[in-house]
């Protein structure tokens, strides 16, 4: 959709800008078109120069770091790889916060989870959305209201329910709730199904399938697109996730990354704020290659957002 | 077994994970925290009932008080200002004249909401920091010299409201999407009855996209008044608590996890939850003149 649009925009600013063109441009317009570059630009600026300098500052050594200098670049710049591995080797080697182990453990809350939210969501939604029967209205209610409840109502309680089951200290209170869905991609999920053409239920039941049948080799892979952001969306959710391993987890050996990087600003003793920055880069990097990567699905699921 | 009951089964059995886990992860833990909230609970000791004690203790308590005003100032300013930014910016990025920047604008405002909260307050902190941070260096060059942005009471708001306006980009995704299924023949008849750029946004993409806003604004709502992270790690250092950075779910979080007084905290849960809804149903009653439901 966006990609149509650019395409007709392009087409016709290279109409306008055509110098053969019968109607001159106006000079009104032509400043009001610079004004508004202009101010998109400062705007962009502005929101990519937090970026740009946490990355700057990552690769400064301290001094400079901590200098009232404004420059980009170390001073002289031919330091920079070498400041920029020493700053980066010595984040990732820190002896009391160990940033591949919290890697690790995120990944594996990351994995466990995203396919158990994913899988679960679709399976609930299509109960709600294929399958005609009594009390479905009642279920779909349930789901809907859930999504108005904020995660601190429940986390004192919460904590209460896995200590009973001997939950607390381990990594499950963060993935295995996933693997009962999530209400807001069960919604999703259920109008995207409630999208695809009945026939193919028809067909598939008059050669013998049954539910699960239908939805395991008809609707799953009908879904890819609705699913990948479900997926997508939850992994960047559980890798931006605070307050869940905050409250649940108790040994620092089980931490994540978001719990990590703020332990390593907290611990005993100023963290220089150039190590800080190298840290932050390392937690945020991951997740704009995975933008680079998947910007289609990403586009999907900004538009579905606002079908909710 | 007839065919209804048989398919009442099956639909029992594909939503079981969500019955399930609602009862066990949602509604049980609601329910006891509705118990405990009427309780004195020190974790280590067994609930005893003292019925609507800590209800009332909470407007005696002043840290609570400011925890509570806080929030509800921030959510007073913060949820129309960033509506309104997400709006205004959508509608600049979705004017026609951009070309091929356009791209590199959207992108550039999308991107920061890709940054995970607790890295975004990280940056946000040495962006604000007082003596070396970027803001105040960039101020020093205008001979201007700038607050302590964390420590200072009176700029703890501010300075939130500037590091989650940096989030908006997530909203305005939304409004650009929203506004390019605005049919374009409403457009042409707005122009043809003289109406400027100003006023086809006003009379046309608005009432278009109300059903849309209202949707942000309710979950912008929501997500405000639980505000944790950032202010968490912005307002709250080795040298202490930012008074005017404490927040709502930070003082419950307190006084669940750090005095594990889980009754108090249960009846602060209980009443997060109220406001949550009372917040959400005047959105939705205010809004009913205002929110235009095309077919």
């Known amino acids: 959709m966006m990609h149509n649009s650019d395409e007709q925009t392009s087409q016709m600013t290279q109409r306008d800008s ?9 000079a009104g317009r032509l400043m009001s078109r610079v004004l508004l570059h202009l101010v998109l630009g400062s705007i962009a600026l502005a929101f ?7 990355v700057s500052t990552s690769a400064k050594p301290e001094s400079q770091a901590a200098s009232g200098r404004i420059a980009l670049l170390p001073d002289p710049p031919s330091l920079l790889p070498a400041t920029a591995a020493d700053n980066y080797s010595r984040v990732w080697n820190d002896s009391t916060v160990q940033f591949p182990l919290y890697l690790r453990n995120t990944l594996i809350v990351a994995s466990l989870s995203v396919v158990g939210m994913t899988f679960s969501s679709a399976l609930v939604a299509y109960g709600l959305a294929r399958i005609q029967w009594r009390g479905r209205g009642a279920v779909f209610v349930s789901v809907m209201a859930t999504m108005m409840i904020p995660f601190p109502v429940l986390m004192a309680p919460l904590y209460l329910v896995f200590r009973e089951l001997g939950w607390i200290g381990s990594l499950k209170p963060l993935w295995v709730p996933a693997w009962f869905g999530g209400a807001f991609n069960i919604f999703m999920l259920r109008q995207f199904f409630r999208g695809i053409p009945r026939e193919i239920d028809e067909a598939a039941r008059i050669d013998g399938c049954s539910h699960w049948g239908i939805f395991w080799r008809m609707i799953l892979p009908l879904s890819r697109p609705a699913l990948a952001v479900v997926a997508l969306f939850h992994f960047i959710y559980v890798w931006n996730d605070f307050l869940g391993p905050l409250i649940f987890l108790t040994h620092r050996d089980q931490y994540t990354l978001a719990l990590g990087l703020q332990l390593y600003q907290s611990q005993s003793g100023q963290t220089p704020w150039n190590l800080l920055m190298a840290a932050s880069t390392l937690v945020v990097a991951p997740l704009l290659v995975l933008f680079v990567l998947t910007q289609r699905t990403f586009v999907q699921g900004g538009a579905t957002e606002g079908l909710k | 077994m007839t065919r209804l009951s048989r398919e009442t089964l099956v639909g029992l059995l594909f939503t079981s994970p969500w019955l399930i886990g609602s009862l066990a992860f949602m509604f049980l833990p609601m329910a006891m925290s509705l118990y405990y909230s009427f309780t004195d609970y020190p974790l280590l000791e067994p609930p005893l009932w003292v019925g609507l004690d800590n209800y009332k203790r909470l407007w005696s308590d002043d840290v609570f008080v400011r925890a509570l005003t806080n929030t509800a100032v921030f959510a007073l300013i ?7 930014i997400a709006l205004v910016l959508a509608a600049l990025l979705n004017a026609r ?3 091929r920047m356009k791209k590199f604008y959207q992108v550039a405002i999308f991107i920061p909401t890709l ?7 990280m940056v946000w902190s040495w962006l604000f920091n007082a003596e070396n941070g970027l803001v105040n260096r960039l101020l020093a ?5 700038g607050p302590n942005w964390l420590i200072t009471p009176q700029w703890a708001i501010p300075a939130l409201l500037v590091m989650t306006l940096w989030g908006v980009g997530q909203a305005v995704v939304i409004y650009i999407a929203a506004m390019q299924d605005v049919p374009k023949s409403l457009y042409e008849a707005a122009e043809l009855d003289g109406m400027g750029p100003v006023r086809r946004f006003t009379n046309v993409t608005l009432p278009m996209l109300s059903p849309v806003i209202l949707f942000n604004v309710v979950v912008l709502a929501i ?16 040298d202490g608590q930012n008074p005017a950075g404490l927040h709502y779910a930070m003082y419950l979080y307190d006084n669940a996890f750090v005095y594990l007084q889980m009754g ?9 939850l109220l406001a949550t809804l009372v917040l959400t149903a005047i959105l939705f009653v205010a809004s009913r003149r205002l929110v235009y439901y095309h077919a």
């Open chain 1, 18 to 26: 055509n110098p053969t063109s019968s109607q001159p441009i106006n």
């Open chain 1, 48 to 54: 990519i120069m937090p970026l740009v300098w946490m």
């Open chain 2, 78 to 84: 913060s949820i129309p200002l960033t509506t309104i």
């Open chain 2, 97 to 99: 004249v951009l070309g």
């Open chain 2, 115 to 121: 940054v995970p909260l607790v890295a975004s307050a």
């Open chain 2, 141 to 145: 060059l205008v001979g201007l010299s």
């Open chain 2, 223 to 238: 997500n405000t008044l639980q505000i944790f992270a950032a202010p968490y790690i912005m307002f709250r250092t080795k």
């Open chain 2, 264 to 272: 108090y905290a249960s009846a602060m849960a209980w009443l997060l």
